[in-house]
């Protein structure tokens, strides 16, 4: 019998939409004439999932008793027995009650695919094997069901139900997904913000991971060898060498451009084990492959470009990173092209980058003025004619004959251009006074000494020394400009890195001044203002030469290391304006960031004497005219008269008193100086005194303080105070017919309150203005105070270590959120863990 298939609908998280889907799939398939069943379907009490289900044949539970209770569950021989085309069985890492014959219901699904009939499913990306713990760092929820990993990748096809977190909280504030009473905790728990944007992104990479195995196996079946470009794979080829961690660095940063970038580490071992890194090293920069994300391999091969780039190909990879050899040139020159040259020349489309580094001498430096050639050079030169000489000899010898002379000077001269070529004027004239006598002595009668018998001879020797002359000046020249002109090349180079280096701002002058050290190949380099060292780089030493160099007229550029040159004196000129003026941009963006508080200051300070002007007058006008009223002589006062006077000085007086006592509390928050008591603090201890306050019972305020909510770490009088003003604002913006709520929820070390009002709300772009000083967002009853009180109420949370943010109301309306770090349990001997 054929087995049937298994299509699995994969969701971030409740809510998305993966039972809607499969049903409406399955309305689809049924329009198509398929036979379509309902083997199980959780509508969770969706109304808009009861109506999708609602014309679809559904297959009836077996029950099944635990302990006195009735449990429903899927009955696999009934549909069995029905053999639809199609069956939908909704949750499928379920664990099925005790008494039924398999523990999941994967393993139902796999008895009913045996059977014959496919099968769509859902699944959400918590109840995957692998990420379960993964899951449980972001959301704090532990899950119990869970899938393993290898029955969901066995599946024919996998899709993900995908929607925005936004829009599911939107969905959920709406009660399209839990009911009202779960609303509030589910918002402030398991589905924040954060958590669902996590959880979305856990679950596309999974998808992308397995359609990433099934492009691979799709490949290997076809034959198909050609990079296909899904998505950016790094390649980071290592030798075990010093320059390890510079690669893995490039590699890692170019993976991260592009999203879901991988990256992966290969060394090729040779066959014969010669060529064998040390251990330790290798093992450290396989650390940082898995400290970066990425997976380390060890391929074996005798030819290693070849290795590495049918590695590359077997994994897709799109960039291929190596490290510049650290051969000399003149090895280089004696062995033929590198690692490198091969690679890029079998890569194909893999793109190769080969990465400079410490070990290849790849800091920057300018070329030294001097000699045209090296000393180095000059060396090998002589080598060569001390070398070359004795073998072109020999070889002329065996095959001399009399018409052979023509061919034995070419054959010399030939040597002397080599040699003029590689070492400059003085290796050639050795060369050719050397190949000269040579000449004379072993071709030129008479043979075997080294008399010249012929004035003939003695000018063809000239000749031969000018030959040599000429063509070692002409070296000479060329290598003294190829010089000059890689010197230029390098100061352009560094100038146009130190222009872009201070456009940059802040990072602009130390990378001036590691530049300059490196540029002058210097120890160390410091800058100084007076005695202070404002900046360093490498470890200058005492014992080196000093040079300083003014920086305008504020600081000093001080280099240890070798003394420089004039022209190189010019340059380090340049260096030191550019300094200036990194230093003076520097300058003038502390004097741009000490301006801004105190332009806040005297936004804030204009707010206050605006407002203090209008709302002190009041409370001190009242108060004023009562006691003058009561203090007249020509007024006679009844009982009631006087004691109505005296209740409006009372309320003035306390008004002004709360007013002053919040301009206060303002300025030790600006200043830093709130003092703050921290103590292990019961919500419900905090809650109804501020109740009591404000004079508010059940008839006005909605309480849910949870169950088993920890204490708090807070100051209780702070406290109390932050949420008599939230609730006043609650009670004063809720319409008539509604209360005010108070929920109280735990999660992940945090307890939250939340206030919720169904007033008008407000805008999420106008959210931060609400806790600015002075601000009424738009309130023309000034009546109601300063407008200090969510100003206050944020800055005395935060004092806390605790947040107050704005959010919506499910239904409309604004939620004001206070979370606050709960206090540690007790342990069996009495302390906190």
Known sequence: MKRGRLRVLLGAAPGVGKTYAMLEEGRRLRDEGKDVVVALVETHGRRATAAVLEGLETLPRQSVEYRGTVLTELDVDALIARRPQIALIDELAHSNAPGVENEKRWQDVDTILAAGIDVISTVNIQHIESLNDVVQQITGAVQRETIPDAVLRAADQIEVIDLAPQSLRDRLAEGNVYPAERIDAALSNYFR???????????????????????????????????????ERVVVALTGGPE?????????????????????????????????????????????????????????????????????????????????????????ALTGPGIGTSVIRES????????????????????????????????LGFALALIGGPLTTWVLVLFQSEESITSDVLSYQLLVVLVALVGGIWPALFAALLSGLTLDYFFVQPLYTITVAEPLHLFALGLYLLNALLVSYVVDQA?????????????????????????????????????????????????????????????????????????????????????????????????????????????????????????????????????????????????????????ADDVVLSARDRS????????????????????LDVSRLQAGALAVKIDDVDIAEVILPALDELGLGPAEVEFDLGADVSPVRADAGLLQRVLVNLLANATRFSPAETRVRVAVSEFAGTV????????????????????????????????????????????????MAGTLEADDTPGGGLTMVVSLPAAAAPTENGNPE
């Open 752 to 799: 939250q309150i939340r206030i919720s009002d169904h007033g008008p709300g407000v805008s999420a772009e106008r959210r931060d203005e609400i806790f600015v000083p002075f601000q009424r967002l738009g309130d023309t009853d000034n009546l109601t105070g300063l407008g200090l009180g969510l100003a206050l109420s944020k800055g005395f949370v935060e004092g």
């Open 244 to 332: 390890g961690e510079t690669l893995l660095r490039r590699g890692a940063r170019i993976a991260a451009r592009s999203s879901g970038g991988e990256l992966l580490a290969v060394h090729v071992t040779t066959e014969d084990g010669l060529r064998s890194p040390h251990p330790g090293a290798l093992a450290a920069q396989r650390a940082l492959v898995e400290t970066l994300g990425g997976t380390f391999h060890q391929v074996v091969g005798d030819d290693v470009p070849r290795s590495l780039v049918d590695f590359a190909k077997a994994a897709n990879a799109t960039q291929l990173v190596i490290g510049v050899s650290r051969r000399s040139r003149f090895l280089a």
């Open 479 to 631: 290598a003294r400009r190829a010089r000059s002109a890689r010197r230029s090349a390098a100061e352009s180079e560094l100038l146009a890195t130190v222009a872009g280096s201070v456009l940059r701002g802040q990072d602009a002058l130390q990378a001036l001044i590691t530049r300059t050290r490196e540029a002058f190949s210097l120890s160390g380099v410091r800058l100084l203002a007076g005695d202070t060292v404002l900046y360093t780089d490498g470890e200058p030493a005492d014992d080196t030469h000093v040079t300083r160099m003014p920086v305008g007229e504020r600081a000093v550029l001080e280099l240890h290391g070798p003394d420089l040159a004039a022209s190189e004196r010019r340059l380090l000129a340049v260096l030191a304006t550019q300094i200036d003026a990194a230093l003076e941009h520097s300058d003038l963006a502390k004097t741009a960031e000490e301006l801004g508080p105190l332009e806040e200051a005297d936004r804030v300070r204009s707010a206050l004497l605006a407002a203090v002007g209008h709302d002190l007058r009041r409370p001190l006008s009242a108060a004023t005219a009562a006691v003058s009223g009561l203090r």
């Open 644 to 663: 109505e006077l005296l209740t409006t000085a009372a309320e003035s007086l306390d008004s002004l008193a709360s007013l002053v006592t919040n301009l």
């Open 193 to 231: 913000l954060g958590n669902l944007t996590a959880l979305r992104e856990l679950a596309l990479l999974w998808l992308a991971d397995e359609v990433d195995s099934a492009l691979k196996a799709y490949r290997h079946e076809h034959g198909i060898s050609n990079k296909w470009e899904a998505r």
């Open 348 to 379: 194909g489309d893999i793109d190769v980058h080969i990465v400079t580094h410490s070990a290849a001498g790849g800091k920057f430096l300018l070329p030294r003025f001097g000699g045209a050639l090296s000393a180095k050079r000059r060396i």
